[in-house]
């Protein structure tokens, strides 16, 4: 039960102290930016096995390197032709957005 509560307190925690924290912080130039780099990473690696099983197929290049934002693992897989019907519409979506987005954010560490 404390893992639980201890999983919600830090959810919970994440927003307001990321603002709270911008204000500290003296080049603001890219804060949001590296933070939602960061969060991509961390899901990468969090949700690889949600991911690797509903966006690409099996013969795919897996999600999961920490390193590593999910848009660079489904660039990847766009460019192998391994994506699911879900993995496509979730490039296109993210394509609405910033043209290219999954090719362009291939390896790019931002």
């Known amino acids: ?13 994440f927003l307001p102290l990321t603002i709270i924290n ?3 912080v003296e080049n ?13 990473k961390f899901a ?8 690797n099983k509903t966006l690409i197929t099996d013969k795919g290049y897996k999600f999961g390197n920490i390193e590593e934002t999910i848009s660079s693992a489904l660039g ?8 699911t019907k879900a993995g496509k519409i979730l490039v296109w979506v993210l394509d609405k957005f910033d043209k290219n987005h ?8 931002l």
């Open 44 to 51: 990468n690696r969090e949700f690889r096995t949600l991911l």
């Open 1 to 13: 039960m404390i893992q639980i509560i201890l999983f919600f307190v830090a959810y919970v925690l």
């Open 76 to 83: 990847k897989n766009e460019m192998d032709g391994t994506l």
């Open 22 to 24: 911008f204000f500290f």
């Open 28 to 40: 603001k130039k890219g804060y949001f930016l590296s933070s939602a780099t960061n969060l991509d």
């Open 102 to 109: 999954c090719f362009k954010s291939i390896d790019n560490t």
